[in-house]
């Protein structure tokens, strides 16, 4: 597995805490993770066969009754190993060298187009985007809380650059044409 | 939250200019804010928005354009007539609280309705029923001394605040707190400017300060620009 998908090492890491049915880590991965962005079945079913096929869970019998969530998955000793492995490993920080709206600010000014505009448009999407995580977080609990701050500040740090860039704009602008 | 309630402006400047001297602090600026509406003003330091927010508040007289309260040329007004508005109609919240050291904290709260000829004792029954409003009851007598940076500044909200005023102007009012007390201090401050209906001002160089306001615009060369979402022609 790739260590920078999070989705099959949050599934592995909810059946250490207890044996599941696939509908039950669902509902746990959307309530915990999954933040507008809720976990597809059809995804969590692909993930559980996978984890099953490489030997991290195992999935019991079939049990009476109706639908097709009757397997009950349970994590083995090898998806115990990679839990540890990845949550003791430090994401890699992103250098984001190659930013979309860097690509951007440099095309505008190479094709005369106004890179400041864009810089100002691209200003007003992320505060929008920052306005309904502050209403998230100020009618939300903890988790949401928290969630909505590691998107503010990472808007935040774009705008700065935003900010940056613009005030630089000329010096770019000589450099692209040159 | 993000609709402005119907209705004219509330506050208005019209293609301010002032300069000091040879130095050119606005240039054109216009804004205007509807009834109960939050509008962030960001920009650079030193791009005139502290001076875009004085000229509103009538403190500056623009030397070409128009300040507006309610429809009302207020620019044109005598410096005893804007300080009465300034007084009666209009709240003031700064970065550095600006509590009078010598006072309590009931009786800084109290000071803008002395200062409009309240008597002493209905003011400070007045200001009392900021504290608990404001997580603050308790600290009634303490001087500004004796508080902390977050507590002084909801002192200040509740000063800014207790004339029930038309229009807040907050300018940097988290600037000098971390970024915990800060959050507190806005989330404070928007609860209780929405439950009076009062317009704020919000003059600030930080996104997430921003972000709690309904809208914004920056401040550019002494120019004021709303920020739309429009697609980039």
């Not at chain 1, 079939?62 to 115990?80: F, H, Q, S, W």
């Not at chain 2, 600026?29 to 009538?58: D, N, Q, R, Y």
């Not at chain 2, 009302?72 to 007539?81: C, F, M, N």
């Amino acid at each position: 597995m790739h260590p920078g998908m999070s989705v099959p090492f949050a599934l592995l890491g909810l059946l250490e805490r207890e044996p599941s049915h696939g509908y039950d880590l669902k509902r746990d991965y959307d309530e915990f993770f999954g933040r507008g962005k809720p976990l597809p079945y059809g995804q969590v079913y692909a993930t559980l066969s996978r984890l099953a096929r490489d030997g991290r869970v195992v999935p019991g019998d079939v049990e009476p009754g109706a639908g097709p969530d009757r397997k009950r998955y349970t994590i083995t000793a090898a998806g115990k190993t990679d839990v540890e492995a990845w949550l003791t490993t430090p994401v890699e920080p992103e250098p984001h060298l190659q930013t979309v709206l860097f690509v951007k600010v440099v095309l505008a000014l190479m094709l005369g187009r106004s890179a400041e505009q864009y810089l100002d448009t691209q200003r007003a999407a992320h505060l929008q985007r920052m306005r309904e995580l502050t209403d998230v977080k100020r009618s939300g609990g903890t988790v949401d809380g928290l969630l909505a701050d590691h998107g503010l500040f990472h808007l935040e740090a774009d705008l700065r650059w935003i900010d940056l860039t613009a005030a630089r704009l000329g010096e770019l602008a000589q450099m692209v044409a040159s | 939250m993000t609709a402005a309630p119907d209705g004219g402006p509330v506050i208005e400047g019209r293609t301010l200019h002032l300069s000091f001297g040879e130095t050119p602090a606005l240039q054109g600026a216009s804004v205007s804010v509807a009834a109960g509406e939050i509008l962030a003003v960001m920009g650079p330091s030193g791009s005139g928005k502290s001076t875009l927010l004085h000229c509103l508040a009538g403190k500056l007289r623009p030397q070409r354009g128009e300040v507006l309260y309610q429809g009302r040329r207020v620019d044109t007004l005598g410096e005893g007539e804007r300080t009465a508005l300034r007084r009666d109609r209009l709240g003031f919240v700064f970065q550095f609280g600006q509590l009078v050291p010598e006072l309590t904290a009931a009786e800084n709260v109290a000071l803008p309705l002395l200062l409009g000829g309240m008597r002493r004792a209905p003011a400070l029954r007045e200001a009392h029923g900021w504290f608990e409003r404001l997580g603050l009851a308790g600290l009634e007598s303490r001087r500004s001394g004796e508080l902390s940076g977050g507590q002084a500044q909801r002192v200040a909200i509740a000063r800014g605040l207790v004339t029930h005023p038309n229009v807040l102007f907050a300018d940097e009012p988290t600037g000098s707190l971390d970024s915990l007390t800060g959050e507190r201090v806005m989330d404070l401050l928007v609860t209780a400017s929405r439950q009076e209906g009062a317009a704020m001002i919000l003059v600030t160089h930080e996104p997430r300060v921003a972000a709690y306001a309904d809208r914004e615009v920056v401040v550019r060369d002494g120019k004021a620009a709303a920020l739309t979402l429009g697609r980039v022609s």
